[in-house]
């Protein structure tokens, strides 16, 4: 048989067209995008009139712009914070919620029901709950004694009540993957552990830490990606302010390509953001993957 | 002797942090139904005087949230009924079928994965703009039809499936298209279902891309528009309250009656 009518075979055919819709459409909108934030990343461009070739220049700038450089260093205080608070936080609520007390479906509700908010709605929302003067925020940390705080409107403040905001609205989702993953580990092995002496401490470190590995490598990983290109919350609530205080990359990202056109110098910006993600990502399956326990 | 609660200790850390997870939500609901004198007002007022319903009927007055539901009903709808139509087609190919080409195309398909939204948006406004779909739904559409997520999550899905009812259903006569439609497909309903799922919380609740597309008021999908109407009412707080549990209200109503669906998708997403 002729290598031509091999291609044209039945299932060649059959399988090319079943893959044709997706392919071209990711094509489009995902693989050309590639190639051309490359390309954007070496032109001037206002996304407007024809482009003009930059060269290295716009990489040039990125490297001794201030500014840029504060805001990868607030994004990497960001993703240091809301990770470990947000895995961690969400792997002690689902040891709480593994167990068949009462009221557990309430509780699972409970901390379920902000993944379905929306980030503009929990912006907006947290934007009331920590207004200075009439925040609700204020009245109960006032109770105990603390504040009263300005929050978003402080500089020195509002990165961090960015990281209490979006810890809210995560933390449903990886106890979910949690307890997921709790599910997962089976009833003998603890029994075991235990017949052997073990306490509850030493079973949950050298027996359920080490089962949930891969579900923490995911959670840590998956964070880490979303926490790097955290945006939504921080245009609904600080438009990157008080005094830049919460400019982190994306909305510098932003605010360069669609508030002043600078495309090229944003697709630089962006291009510097994948190679973090992917230094991140890399790094951490890298030291992760030596580490997780794979049951069989 | 040890005392012993007459309740699990458990219960004094889940009802703190379900009391901190649900008190924003009801104090928004609470604001939304007070007057704006009880919320400018300090300490707040706890208990409102009453219910202001009168709020919503302001919020829906002042912004027209009911195209925003529809807008975003036609976007969403969309991108869930072409993301199963077009990932269950190509998630099969690359399960079952043997054609050319295809680990190279699976890779490069999956590859795209690596690569966040926000790295390559604006190329993907370029492309839309020179689609002339800047400033509509088809421009907010066009980018959410097909994702490799989908594919991938299909294939391994259809993988597990066990082959023969497929063969004998070939030779009986069945098409390829007949043995997706009447056998795998019905056989993946919890795939399809996290599929749609995961599609339709993340297009509804999309709002970078919206931001970037959208300029006008009557194509603006819920959130856009709700990201707007607080630009537009800065401290009228019992008003965006309003506004914001009428954009929230159904989905929350939809999670949470669809709890046991939403959980075991999103918890299908993170493990394997």
């Known amino acids: ?296 | 002797m040890r005392m012993r609660l007459p309740f699990s200790p458990r219960h004094l850390a889940l009802v703190p942090i379900s009391a901190l997870m649900l008190l924003p939500l009801v104090w928004m609901f609470v604001t939304s139904v007070e007057t704006l004198d009880q919320t400018r007002h300090f300490p707040p007022t706890l208990i409102p005087s009453g219910f202001h319903w009168s709020n919503y009927r302001a919020a829906w007055d002042q912004a027209p949230f009911g195209r925003f539901f529809v807008n975003s009903l036609i976007v969403t709808g969309t991108a869930v009924a072409s993301n199963l139509l077009f990932c269950s087609l190509a998630g099969y190919a690359f399960a079952r079928l043997r054609f050319f080409g295809r680990e190279v195309l699976f890779i490069a398909l999956l590859a795209t994965l690596m690569v966040p939204f926000q790295v390559i948006m604006i190329p993907t406004f370029l492309i839309v703009q020179h689609l002339g779909l800047v400033d509509s739904l088809g421009g907010l559409i066009a980018p959410n039809l097909v994702t490799p997520f989908g594919i991938f999550l299909l294939r391994q899905f259809f993988r597990t499936l066990p082959v023969d009812l497929e063969e004998a259903a070939r030779i009986d006569g069945c098409t390829r298209l007949g043995v997706l439609f009447r056998i795998v497909l019905p056989l993946s309903l919890p795939a399809l279902a996290t599929l749609g799922i995961v599609t339709f919380l993340w297009t509804w609740n999309d709002f970078l891309w919206p931001l970037i597309v959208i300029t006008s008021t009557d194509q603006s999908t819920v959130q856009l528009g709700l990201a707007s109407f607080q630009g537009a009412h800065d401290t009228k707080w019992n008003l965006l309250m309003a506004g914001n549990v009428m954009a929230l209200a159904p989905m929350l109503i939809v999670f949470v009656v669809a709890q046991r669906w939403f959980v075991r998708s999103l918890a299908s997403t993170g493990i394997r």
């Open chain 1, 1 to 296: 048989m002729r290598p031509g009518r091999r291609i044209l075979g039945s299932e060649h055919l059959a399988g090319w067209v079943f893959v044709l819709p997706a392919t071209v459409l990711i094509v489009v909108f995902g693989i050309i995008p590639i190639g051309w934030v490359v390309l954007l990343s070496l032109q001037h461009n206002d996304l407007l009139a024809a482009p003009t070739w930059a060269g290295l220049s716009n990489y040039r700038e990125l490297v001794h712009d201030p500014e840029f450089r504060d805001s990868v260093r607030r994004t990497i205080v960001y993703t240091a914070l809301f990770v470990p608070i947000s895995v961690g936080g969400a792997l002690a609520v689902a040891l709480l919620l593994h167990s068949e007390i009462r009221f557990n479906r309430f509780y699972r509700t409970a901390v379920f029901v902000p993944v379905a908010t929306s980030t503009v709605a929990t912006g907006i929302l947290f934007n009331w709950l920590l207004d200075p003067t009439y925040g609700i925020a204020n009245y109960l940390l006032g109770k105990v004694g603390l504040g009263p705080y300005g929050f978003f409107q402080d500089p020195d403040q509002a990165l961090y009540a960015i990281v209490a905001m979006t810890v809210w609205g995560w933390l449903g989702f990886d106890v979910i993957i949690y307890l997921a993953a709790l599910q997962g580990i089976p009833g003998d092995v603890l029994e075991a552990a235990a017949l052997d002496g073990a306490g509850r401490w030493a079973t949950f470190r050298h027996v359920v830490l080490p089962l949930l590995s891969p579900a923490t490598l995911f959670l840590v990983v998956w964070s880490t990606i979303n926490a790097l290109q955290v945006f939504d919350e921080i245009y609904v609530t600080t438009r990157g302010g008080p005094l830049q205080a919460t400019t982190v990359i994306v909305y510098e990202l932003y605010n360069q390509a669609f508030a002043l056109f600078h495309a090229g110098y944003a697709a630089a910006i962006a291009l510097v953001l994948f190679l973090i993600t992917l230094v991140f990502s890399v790094l951490q399956l890298w030291v992760g993957n030596r580490r997780v326990h794979y049951s069989s």
